[in-house]
Structure formats: C-alpha cells, structure tokens
C-alpha cells in the first residue's frame, strides 16, 4: 500500500507537470496565432486603403481564416491623451491597454477567450486593434489530454495494486511459511527443522541460522531430559535397595546376624546415594560458583607426583610416568588454577585408566609445550566404543561396554568441565579392545591466564 501511495503521489506529480507544461505550451501558441493574426488583420483593414485590392484579397484568403468567435474591434487612441475613448472597453482592463500603449502589444485571457491587443500608429490616427477568440481546438486539445492522464494514472494505480500484491505476496511468501512452520515447533517436535533452499540470501541464512539455534536448542533439551532420566534413576536403584532390604529385615524379627547384614547393604547403597549426590553437588557448584574459587600457580610435575602418592601399592606399580625433558623456562610447567578441582580432574581420569584396563601397565606423560602443558594418560583397557565416543562427556553416560565396572558416568563430564574452567582443552582418543588416551592441554602461566567466570 505505501508503495502504491507512493507511487500514485509521484505520478500524480508528474502528470500535474505534463498537464500544465501542455497547457502554457497551447496557450503561448494561441497568443501567436492570435498576434499574428492582429497585425494582419490591422494591415487588412487599416492599409486597406493603400493596398491594392488584389494583394488585400490574398491577404484575406491566406491568412483570415477566423478562429472560433474571433471578435475584432478597433479603437481609436486619443494622441494627446494616449488613451482610448471610451478608456475602458468591458471586460478589457486600463491596465490591459496602458500595457499595449506601452510595450506594443498585450495578450490577456479572461474565461475561455484569449485578448491580443496591437498598437497601430496610422496615417489616418493611432488605432489600438483588439482581437478575441477562443482556442476551441487548444482546449480540445487539453480536455483529451486531461482524460488520457487521468486514465492513464487509474490504471496504473489498479495496475501497481495488483502487481504490488502479487510481488509483495511471492516476496513475503517464504516468511508466511516459516512462520506457519516456527509456529508448529514446540518442545515436543523440536527435531523440525525450516527450509533452506538458498542460504545465501538474507531468508536463507535467517532460516540456517534459526535451524542452528533448534539444532543447539534440541542438544541442550536432549542432554537434560536424558541427564533427569539418569539421575533419576541412579538415585532410584539405592533407594529400591535400602527400601527392599528394610522391609524385609522388618517383615519378621531376625538374628543379631542377619540385621548386621542388611545394615550393611543399607549403608553401601547410602553411600552410593552419598557418593551421586556429592558428584552431583560438585557439578552444579562447578556450572555456578566459580568465583569462589582460589586459584593459585599450581606445578604440573608435583601435582601428578602428589597424585600417584595417594594411590594404593598396587594400582601404583601398573603407573609409568614419563618427563624427560625438563624445558629450560621452568614456569612453563606452571599453570593458574584450584588445586583441588584440577587434582578431582586428574585423578577421575587416572581412576578410568586403572578401572578399564584390568591389570595393563598405564601411561602419564608430561610436556611442556610453548603455551601449553600437555598431560596424557593412555591405558590398553576395553576402549570406548565410536558410538559413545561423541556422548562420552554427558553425565550419566557410560559406554556400552562398561556397563559390569562400577560407576556412574559423572567422572568425565566433570573432568571435561574443571578442564575447561580452567581455559584448558579434554580431548579423548580411544580404539575398541585396544585402549584409552586421553589428553589434557592446560595453558600455563607464561600465558598469564584467568579463570573463566
Ligand atoms: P564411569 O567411569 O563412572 O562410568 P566416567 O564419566 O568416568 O564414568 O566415564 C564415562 C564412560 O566413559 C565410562 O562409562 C566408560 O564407558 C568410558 N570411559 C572413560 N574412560 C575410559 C577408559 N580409560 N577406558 C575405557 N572406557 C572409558
């Protein structure tokens, strides 16, 4: 509608120019004729005398074709007055003729007719010659333009109409759609995804990137929906446990023995509770407090060496640790961090290693590259499967084939998050029946990190 509005002003505009430019163009060409004929018709009557009748016959027939109510009317000037008796001669003005007494000549237009006045100085007197008529043909001309601008501005106007409808609808088309289609989406179907047959336009790239925002969107819903179902259900197998044991331990009065027993059992699984609950709390204090946290330089090569001081005889011999190359800048092996987050980190993974790899040796090796610090652990245990490689940092997830070790999918994804509070990088390289590596880049302190809040 603004573009038809638009439109129809500036034809509007335009065609008010033509008309009038047309309309001084017929009249100044009237005057013309209307002057021209003044003069002749003066020549005609006044030098009548002087002429010789043939001549003033030619004169006649060439030129004195009358126009449409053509009226002439000759006055005489009084010389010493330079005025005209009578002075005013309805519905000519004395401005008209003091004009013609001055310059010559005077063209007026009063209604339909136009007046051409010629000041004739003659040897029988001065005469002023007045002739009138009315431009029939001109006005002819100008009602059939009138009509043809007029026509020609309501069909363009139905005609811009109807084609800005149509443009505007095939334009606005794509965005009816993917509105009907966004509209559709709900938490429940956020698989649906919009059509995007050219991203290289603005609708196109408008719809990859609401498409993006879905893809991450149901990533996001996914992981939690699924994370609600494991906690949930980790949490129910203890409770189940602890619940059935007491009942049964209740149902009849028992020996001294069997009640040991089943407390037993109930504070394993409390301790399982206790266990899922702490990894639980520390996750969401990971994801929610981090300003709390003390961050001091920590040294690679002590914190590992702390790490496998606290682990038990056996699980230590299995340990080969690897730092040949001291770098001659030791604070390369320096980096900012919690000491007791990056030790949980550490020892999740080093727990892993030892867990999924039965009795096989396992790997530690410590570089200290330009800006990072480098920190491997491999083991030849049961490896993960390519499938569950890409889930492996969700909590709760575990791999298909470690279902018979303890655990509950929340070393990891812990792992994964410390890690990268700390501006560091987990990433996992892993062969089915052949073993684990997983590697850790931390930036060290040459690096002059600061803990992402
Ligand atoms: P958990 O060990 O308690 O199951 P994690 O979050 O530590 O939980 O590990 C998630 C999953 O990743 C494990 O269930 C296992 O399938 C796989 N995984 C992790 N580390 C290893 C490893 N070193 N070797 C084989 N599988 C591993």
Redesign the pocket.
């Known amino acids: 509608m603004i573009f038809v509005l638009l439109t129809a002003l500036f034809l509007l505009t335009v065609f008010i120019l033509i008309y009038l430019s047309a309309e001084r163009y017929t009249s100044e060409e009237f005057y013309l004729r209307l002057k021209k004929r003044v003069s002749i018709s003066a020549q005609a009557y006044l030098e009548e005398d002087e002429l010789s009748t043939a001549i003033y016959e030619d004169i006649r027939k060439k030129h004195l074709q009358t126009l449409p109510n053509e009226e002439e009317q000759i006055y005489t000037v009084d010389r010493a007055e330079n005025s005209l008796m009578p002075s005013e001669i309805e519905p000519l003005t004395s401005a008209f003729f003091d004009e013609v007494f001055e310059k010559g000549n005077a063209s007026i237009q009063i209604g339909n007719k136009y007046y051409t006045g010629l000041f004739y100085p003659d040897n029988q007197g001065d005469f002023v010659i007045v002739l009138s008529a009315e431009d029939l043909y001109g006005k002819g001309k100008m009602n059939n333009l009138a009509r043809t601008l007029i026509s020609a501005f309501v069909l363009s106007l139905v005609l811009l109409y109807v084609l800005g409808q149509y443009y505007a609808k095939q334009v606005l088309k794509p965005i009816t759609d993917m509105t009907k289609k966004v509209n559709l989406i709900r938490a429940k179907n956020l698989h649906l995804r919009l059509k995007t047959t050219n991203t290289k336009d603005e609708l196109g790239e408008l719809a990859q990137t609401f498409n993006n925002m879905l893809d991450r969107l149901e990533t996001s819903f996914e992981m939690q929906s699924s994370f609600i179902h494991n906690a949930s259900h980790e949490l129910k197998n203890p409770l189940t446990a602890i619940i059935g044991q007491t009942e049964v331990a209740l149902n009849n009065p028992r020996k001294k023995d069997e009640y040991i027993e089943t407390l037993k059992t109930v504070e394993t699984e409390a301790l399982r509770l206790d266990n899922l609950v702490n990894s639980l709390l520390d996750l969401a204090h990971i994801d929610h407090d981090a300003q709390g946290l003390i961050i001091e330089p920590i040294k690679a090569k002590e914190l590992l060496t702390e790490i496998m001081d606290g682990l038990e005889g056996k699980s230590l011999n299995r340990i080969n640790f690897n730092f040949d190359f001291p770098p001659e800048n030791p604070d390369k092996l320096i980096f900012q961090g919690n000491h007791a987050l990056i030790k949980v980190a550490l020892l999740?993974?080093l727990?892993?290693?030892?867990?999924?790899?039965k009795n096989e040796s396992i790997d530690i090796v410590l570089k200290a590259l330009e800006n990072t610090i480098h920190i491997s652990?491999s083991?030849k245990?049961?490896?993960?499967?390519k499938n569950?490689l890409k889930n492996?940092?969700e909590?709760?997830?575990?791999?298909?084939?470690?279902?018979s070790?303890?655990?509950?999918?929340?070393?990891?994804?812990?792992?994964h998050k410390i890690i990268h509070l700390h501006g560091g990088e987990l990433n996992?390289s892993?062969q089915i029946g052949s073993?684990?590596r997983?590697t850790l880049l931390l930036p060290n302190q040459c690096q002059g990190f600061k803990i992402a809040r």
């Open positions: 999740n993974i727990d892993n290693a030892l867990k999924y790899s652990i083991d245990g049961i490896g993960i499967p569950d492996i940092f909590p709760f997830y575990r791999g298909s084939n470690a279902r070790y303890k655990g509950f999918g929340f070393g990891l994804p812990l792992s996992i892993s073993g684990t997983v």
